[in-house]
């Protein structure tokens, strides 16, 4: 199941590079990531499969974890609008995304990676 982990890191240099080669050499392969900074803080979003080998490398490495939840992945056409559907769909049934990834496409579609605020209910309605 994907999971996406969210870390709190200083912000200064090196930090992605300290995290990508923690994950590679515990054999985690990273599908999504985002990265975001605030205040001289960094925010390390990455959707993995291997999310419990993940976080033991992570625990291990002294890392903090801020977040930890199962993911959504979804195809859709790669077209205008496609988003704004899929989103109106969610919003329509109270479902708040509160995490998007685009994690790549292919022959018309698009990946997404979705976290979400009540995951049986998206799974359910979907």
Do not use: C
């Not at 590079?17 to 050499?25: D, K, Q, R, V």
């Not at 974890?65 to 056409?77: R, T």
């Not at 989103?87 to 708040?96: E, V």
């Amino acid at each position: 199941m994907p999971t996406e982990i969210v870390i709190e890191a200083e912000d200064r240099p090196g930090m992605m590079a300290s995290l990508g080669e923690l994950l590679g050499e515990a054999r985690v392969n990273i599908t999504a990531a985002a990265a975001f900074t605030y205040d001289g803080r960094g925010f390390l979003h990455f959707v993995v499969q291997e999310a419990d080998r993940a976080m033991q490398a992570l625990q291990d490495g002294g890392w903090q974890v801020v977040g930890v939840q199962e993911v959504l992945s979804i195809s859709l056409d790669d077209r205008p609008g496609e988003l704004g559907r899929f989103a109106r769909r969610l919003a329509d049934a109270g479902i708040n995304i509160t995490s998007l990834y685009i994690a790549g496409g292919r022959a018309g579609d698009k990946e997404l990676v979705v976290a979400v605020d009540d995951l049986h209910k998206a799974r359910r309605d979907l």
